[in-house]
């Protein structure tokens, strides 16, 4: 399961359903993990994402299912003005620790 950490604003933000997409830079590094995760035999799948807020293996945890797709995301979610993203949309909070 991919687990990516996220700032507090944004997690408590999904954690209320607030936020309903994330976004992660389209660069080699982000192209390797989501087509790891996202793709099965060539089809983009839904998968589950661990949303981490912070880097202790005790920090607060939030597992989610997600697509992913490809665009421009919300300034108010985070994202900058005309700069494509990698969108993870949350379908639903699954878990929260």
């Known amino acids: 399961m991919l687990t990516l950490p996220i700032k507090k604003k944004w997690f408590d933000m999904i954690k209320t359903g607030e936020k309903k997409e994330e976004y992660r830079e389209q660069n080699r590094y982000y192209d390797s993990r989501f087509d790891k995760h ?30 992913l797709a490809q665009g421009f995301g919300k300034e108010e979610w985070g994202a900058e003005p005309n700069k494509g993203y990698y969108i993870l ?9």
């Open 38 to 67: 996202f793709y099965k035999d060539c089809v983009l799948t839904s998968n589950y994402v661990i949303f981490r807020n912070g880097y202790r293996k005790d920090s607060p945890k939030i597992k989610c299912l997600c697509d």
């Open 89 to 97: 949309e949350i379908l639903s909070v699954e878990e929260v620790k």
